[in-house]
C-alpha cells in the first residue's frame, strides 16, 4: 500500500522558516519524481516545487530562492525546507508523488502552515 505521509507544518511569523517532511512506503521511492502543491483556504490547487528522481529541480516563481526541495532516498523522505515565509504562503501542503502516467497517482493528507504575526 502506497503511504504518503507529510509532518513539519505549524504556526510561524512572517520572515520565519519551516522544514517539511514527507515519509513514503509501498513504492520505491528514488525511481519516482515528486511534487510539493499547496491549496490556501478559498482557492484552488498551487504546484510549488518537484524533484525528480535524477535530483533535477523546479520551483513556482513565487517560492523560488525561498524554498529549497531535497530527498533522501536513503531514508525515503521527501523535503521542502521554507525560508523566509509570508502570509501568502499560508495553505495546506501535500506532497505527491508522479507516477509512470506522467500524472499525480499518490497524495498525502497534508500538513498545515500558518504564516501571521
Known amino acids: 500500500e502506497v503511504q504518503l505521509v507529510e509532518s513539519g507544518g505549524g504556526m510561524v511569523q512572517p520572515g520565519g522558516s519551516l522544514r517539511l517532511s514527507c515519509a513514503v512506503s509501498?513504492?520505491?521511492?528514488?525511481?519516482?519524481?515528486m511534487s510539493w502543491v499547496r491549496q490556501a483556504p478559498g482557492k484552488g490547487p498551487e504546484w510549488v516545487s518537484f524533484?525528480?528522481?535524477?535530483?533535477?529541480?523546479f520551483y513556482a516563481d513565487n517560492v523560488k530562492g525561498r524554498f529549497t526541495i531535497s530527498r533522501d532516498n536513503a531514508k525515503n523522505t521527501l523535503f521542502l525546507q521554507m525560508n523566509s515565509l509570508k502570509p501568502e504562503d499560508t495553505a495546506l501542503y501535500y506532497c505527491?508523488?508522479?507516477?509512470?502516467?506522467?500524472?499525480?497517482?499518490?497524495w498525502g493528507q497534508g500538513t498545515q502552515v500558518t504564516v501571521s504575526s
Open positions: 505527491a508523488k508522479f507516477g509512470s502516467a506522467s500524472s499525480y497517482d499518490y
Open positions: 509501498g513504492f520505491t521511492f528514488s525511481r519516482y519524481s
Open positions: 524533484i525528480s528522481a535524477g535530483r533535477e529541480t
